[in-house]
Nanobody
Framework: QVQLVESGGGLVQAGGSLRLSCAAS????????MGWFRQAPGKEREFVAA????????YYTDSVRGRFTVSRDNNKNTVYLQMNSLKPEDTAVYYC???????????????????WGQGTQVTISS
């Protein structure tokens, strides 16, 4: 059974940091792109960041560029999202995802991803 399990969410004050992890099991995703999305209450799910299979290329939405860093450790089958300088508007459920096929065709589109985790809540207080 293929699973993506996020962890590391929580409640922090504005300006603080969190590191999310996404551990994959059931198969290796070392050839797949990995992404992070988030969904705030009453809003649609939106792209946050993504990383290519070898970690060589990263993508970010404008609102997090310079504050968030996506990385991966293929030996551990895990992808990370380091979030610094957090803002109240970063509050959301964060989901990790793996692309349906090897590589990344459109990193920012949720349709590129066929595997999803259950999400982890991130709450930033002002």
């Amino acid at each position: 059974q293929v699973q993506l399990v996020e962890s590391g969410g929580g409640l922090v004050q504005a300006g603080g940091s969190l590191r999310l992890s996404c551990a994959a099991s059931g198969r290796s995703f070392s050839s797949n792109g990995m992404g992070w999305f988030r969904q705030a209450p009453g809003k649609e799910r939106e792209f946050v960041a993504a990383v290519t299979s070898n970690g060589g290329v990263t993508y970010y939405t404008d609102s997090v560029r310079g504050r968030f860093t996506v990385s991966r450790d293929n030996n551990k089958n895990t992808v990370y999202l380091q979030m610094n300088s957090l803002k109240p508007e970063d509050t959301a459920v964060y989901y990790c995802a793996a692309t349906s096929r090897n590589g990344i065709v459109n990193a920012k589109s949720s349709y590129s991803y066929g595997y999803w985790g259950q999400g982890t809540q991130v709450t930033i207080s002002s």
